[in-house]
């Protein structure tokens, strides 16, 4: 298995453009998470989903933020309109099934720059 | 809600010496417990996890963790380190009740010398 995907690796953007990130998860996982990581505030979950459908999404930090999931194999995260302080490493991870015994499975990230 | 500190924000060990890395937690009930690495660049990956039974776990990568109720700690462990254990490390709890959502400790970046 290829593991967890996420595209692109590295964005840079201006700020107030609109930033898209994907993440495909591993086949047969039910749940799916979005990650920030930042060194003020470590790493935080912002939304997860249980079978393409969105279950908590408290830890979106606002209403720029949205995450879909319109199949079991694809997600995105998308910002609008970035900021600086977005800036941070996005993280997507899935689970086949949610329980203490099912561990995250973690994509390599992506980097976002907004300046 | 649980927590999780991480104390020690850099751990700086040379090859071949022995490391421990701490992890307290705080939860009314027994948690269960994991450690995660991040080696530069790339995503957060399993060393090991701890829900009952034996308090000692073994992981990958020669790594073990104990838990100890009496301390509410899970400190991490490696008898003799090695320069590609370079990394951030992750301490986890997870409430055994709930939506069994991890909340993660701060991190520990491990700085290994020659």
């Known amino acids: 298995d290829a593991g967890v995907i996420q595209s692109p690796r590295h964005e840079v953007t201006e700020m107030g453009q609109e930033v898209t990130l994907r993440c495909k998860p591993i086949?047969?996982?039910?749940?799916l998470f979005w990650y920030r990581q930042t060194m003020m505030r470590g790493l935080e979950l912002l939304i997860y989903?249980?079978?393409?459908?969105?279950?908590?999404d408290s830890g979106m930090p606002e209403d720029r933020f949205s995450a879909k999931m319109p199949n079991a194999s694809f997600s995105t995260l998308k910002i609008q309109p970035s900021e600086p302080r977005d800036s941070a490493v996005y993280f997507c991870?899935?689970?086949?099934?949610?329980?203490?015994?099912?561990?995250?499975?973690f994509g390599p990230g992506t980097r976002l720059t907004v300046t | 809600a649980q927590s999780v500190t991480q104390p020690d924000i850099h751990i700086t060990v040379s090859e071949g010496a022995s490391l421990e890395l701490r992890c307290n937690y705080s939860y009314g009930a027994t948690p269960y417990l994991f450690w995660y690495v991040q080696s530069p660049g790339q995503g957060l990956q399993l060393l090991l996890k701890?829900?009952?039974?034996?308090?000692l776990v073994q992981g990958i990568k020669g790594f073990e963790a104990e838990f100890k109720r009496s301390q509410s700690s899970f400190n991490l462990r490696k008898p003799s380190v090695h320069w590609s254990d370079a990394a951030e490390y992750f301490c986890?709890?997870?409430?055994?009740?709930?939506?069994?959502?991890?909340?993660f400790g701060r991190g520990t970046s491990l700085i290994v010398h020659p």
């Open positions: 701890y829900f009952s039974g034996d308090t």
């Open positions: 086949s047969g996982h039910d749940y």
């Open positions: 989903f249980n079978n393409n459908v969105p279950i908590d």
């Open positions: 991870a899935s689970s086949p099934r949610q329980g203490p015994t099912y561990e995250q499975y």
């Open positions: 986890a709890v997870v409430a055994s009740g709930g939506s069994y959502i991890p909340t």
